[in-house]
């Protein structure tokens, strides 16, 4: 059983920072992408930024500049440095582990207040 546990999440003033984690764990024994996803109230869940190879990214065109995505396929471990947080970054926040299946975290609340 695969298990993917975000944390970092939390409250914090436009313009700030927040860097959120996810750790995987269990039978893992490949990974090929590792990204975050978010989804706003009311919203449908959207693309925010991934990692193959543990090298290439890719990039919501929302978030570029300000995010940061960063991984380490050793300690099956993905990380989003996100700066200059604004209000319509509210949300949960979702990281993935993709190899042959698709694997999704609980989520963490990400507030970012005006």
């Known amino acids: 059983q695969v298990q993917l546990v975000e944390s970092g999440g939390g409250l914090v003033q436009a313009g700030g920072s927040l860097r959120l984690s996810c750790a995987a764990s269990g039978s893992i024994f490949s990974i090929n992408v590792m990204g975050w996803y978010r989804q706003a109230p009311g919203k449908q869940r959207e693309f925010v930024a991934r990692i193959s190879g543990g090298v290439n990214t890719n990039y919501a065109d929302s978030v570029k500049g300000r995010f940061t995505i960063s991984g380490d396929n050793a300690k099956k471990s993905v990380y989003l440095q996100m700066n200059s947080l604004k209000p319509e970054d509210t949300g949960v926040y979702y990281c993935?582990?993709?190899?042959?299946?698709?694997?999704w975290g609980q989520g963490t609340q990400v507030t970012v207040s005006s």
């Open positions: 993935y582990l993709q190899n042959t299946l698709i694997y």
